[in-house]
């Protein structure tokens, strides 16, 4: 069975102290691992798609990584704006529904 | 652009009362998908359509629960009787299938309230 596990649950911060978020998963033909970032009271917002193993995307202070097991979301100096859950999912082979893990709630405190 | 656009974005009724929720994909997207966010369960697919069929409604968690797409423009998920079980917040999200890996957009969802 597909499955995704996120770690760690929650994460507090300080502005400026970089740290790693993991997912970790399990797929049969992965076709695609996507991050989200979801802020209250919103849906999720797209930000990155990772492909193959050895794939990296940057966007601003954040880098996803990718290997054949899990994946990595670096955040770099951190700010309060990147306060939010941060959330993983994956396309496995031959279907284009994601399974999602359930989240890390990240808060970077000034 | 419009991205998915959900209504109504609050709904609180009554145990036993029908609710119906609505989607609009964004223009041009072929798949569209419901999900519900729990604070327990996370966020769980209740069904998706491509082209206006759907092809897997293993998540719709019982019979009260239906979802209908009649246009590629326009989609409902309806819930007759509705239980205080169903609280949760309902997502709408579409991408464009065929086209690689496309990622999929949400709307802001519609917090349902079961009293």
């Known amino acids: 069975e597909d499955q995704v596990t996120q770690s760690p649950e929650a994460l507090r911060l300080q502005e400026g102290e970089s740290s790693s978020l993991n997912c970790s998963y399990t797929v049969s033909g992965l076709r695609g691992l996507f991050w989200y970032r979801q802020d209250p009271g919103k849906g999720p917002e797209f930000l990155f798609t990772l492909y193959s193993a050895g794939e990296e995307k940057e966007k601003e202070r954040l880098k996803a990584t990718l290997t054949k097991k899990e994946s990595f979301l670096h955040i770099t100096a951190p700010k309060p704006e990147d306060s939010a859950t941060y959330l993983c999912?994956?396309?496995?082979?031959?279907?284009?529904?994601?399974?999602f893990g359930a989240g890390t709630r990240l808060a970077v405190h000034p | 652009d419009a991205g998915v656009i959900q209504s109504p974005r609050h709904e609180v009724t009554e145990m036993g009362q029908e609710v119906t929720l609505r989607c609009k994909p964004i223009?041009?997207?072929?798949?569209l998908f419901w999900y519900r966010q729990t604070m327990m369960r996370g966020l769980e697919l209740l069904i998706y359509?491509?082209?206006?069929?759907?092809?897997?409604d293993s998540g719709m968690p019982e019979d009260r629960f239906s979802a209908k797409m009649p246009n590629a423009s326009f989609s409902t998920l309806k819930i007759q009787p509705s239980e205080p079980r169903d609280s949760a917040v309902y997502f709408c999200?579409?991408?464009?299938?065929?086209?690689?890996?496309?990622?999929?957009?949400f709307g802001d969802g519609t917090r349902l309230s079961i009293l």
């Open positions: 999912a994956v396309q496995g082979g031959g279907y284009n529904k994601l399974i």
């Open positions: 999200a579409s991408s464009s299938y065929g086209e690689g890996n496309q990622p999929q957009h």
């Open positions: 223009s041009g997207h072929n798949s």
């Open positions: 359509f491509n082209n206006n069929v759907p092809i897997d």
